[in-house]
Structure formats: C-alpha cells, structure tokens
C-alpha cells in the first residue's frame, strides 16, 4: 500500500494488513471482512458504540470490556474478537472505521477485484449499474464491487472513484469550470 501522510491512516492500514494476514492463513478473509462491515455498521447507526470508539474519555479497560461484550454477542470470530480486543487494549479504536477501509481494500485485491465508489445525483437502474459496472471493470482489468451514494447537489453526471483515480463528470463541476472560465474572460 502507498505511504500515508496522516498517522492515523497509516495506523489503520498497518492493523488492517496484520489482520488480514492472519485472516488469509486461516482462510477467513471473507468472515472476517463480514464481521467488520457488521461492526461498521454499529459504528454509523449506534451514537453510544460511536461515541465509545471515538471519545478518549474511555479506559482502556473500559473500552476493552465494552468491545468483548459487544464482540461476543455479536458472535464474531475467534480471530475478529481478539482483533477488536487487542485494538481496544491499545486505545485505538478510533482507528477502527480506517481499519475497516483498509482491510475491504485488501480483502477485495486479494479476491481479483476493485472497489469503485460511484456518486450519482439519482439512483441507478439496473441497467445502468450493470452498464457502468461493465464499463469499470474494462477500465480496471478486474471485477468491480461498486459502493453507490446519491448525492442530489451534483445535479447530474456521475463521479467514479477506483483506487486512487478519480472521474468527475457531474454537472457541478462542469458548470464551476464553465464559471471559472467565464470569470477569467471578464
């Protein structure tokens, strides 16, 4: 992976890629990326676990018994339940939504495929997402699992993300050059 300029980022991606590793030599690479998708996704609906993997006003022994609670009623993995503890035993949970990132990026080079994040101003058909997943995957030479938003103010057009490549063909952004150029006519 490319060097990061933020530490936090560069934390993240270090747990991540010695969770993954472990995670391949099991061969639970898939389980493991489940379970933290699922705890993603507490830590974006529930503001109580946010705030408890976000404050520093927590222990370490507090955060530790909060995190095997919770990893062991959720039923997570041997090896995903440890993760979480070891990284809670070291004050850095508020690495875990880098964590998450970084492990799917991992877990998906792993299986052959790219990500593509892809903001469009309406929700697309099924034909359209087969139509531009097709079109992705040509671009990157591997299968593409698209993460889709809807983002209502780029008025129309799409923006793509794969990897650190980014295609930006909103309306937005055509009519703010259309401006800037305007302005530096006049």
Not at 16 to 43: K, N, P
Not at 74 to 82: D, I, K, P
Request: net charge negative; hydrophobic share 45%.
């Amino acid at each position: 992976m490319a060097a990061s300029s933020s530490p936090v980022s560069g934390a993240a991606e270090r747990y991540a890629l010695s969770l993954f590793e472990l995670a391949r030599d099991e061969g639970s690479v898939d389980v493991v990326e489940t379970e933290l998708s699922q705890f993603q996704g507490l830590i974006d609906e529930n503001s109580d676990f946010r705030r408890l993997v976000e404050s520093p006003a927590f222990t370490s022994a507090e955060q530790l018994a909060a995190i095997s609670a919770i990893a062991d009623d959720a039923g997570a993995s041997r090896l995903t339940s440890n993760f979480l503890k070891v990284v809670a035993s070291n004050r850095r949970l508020f690495v875990l939504p880098g964590i998450v990132k970084s492990f799917r990026a991992m877990a998906a080079a792993h299986r052959g495929e790219a990500e593509a994040e892809v903001v469009s101003a309406q929700a697309l058909s099924d034909e359209q997402r087969r139509e531009l997943s097709t079109a992705i995957g040509a671009f990157a030479g591997k299968t593409v699992t698209m993460r889709e938003s809807v983002d209502p103010s780029i008025l129309g057009g799409l923006i793509v993300k794969i990897g650190s490549r980014q295609v930006d063909t909103s309306l937005r952004t055509k009519l703010n050059s259309l401006k800037l150029a305007l302005k530096e006519v006049g």
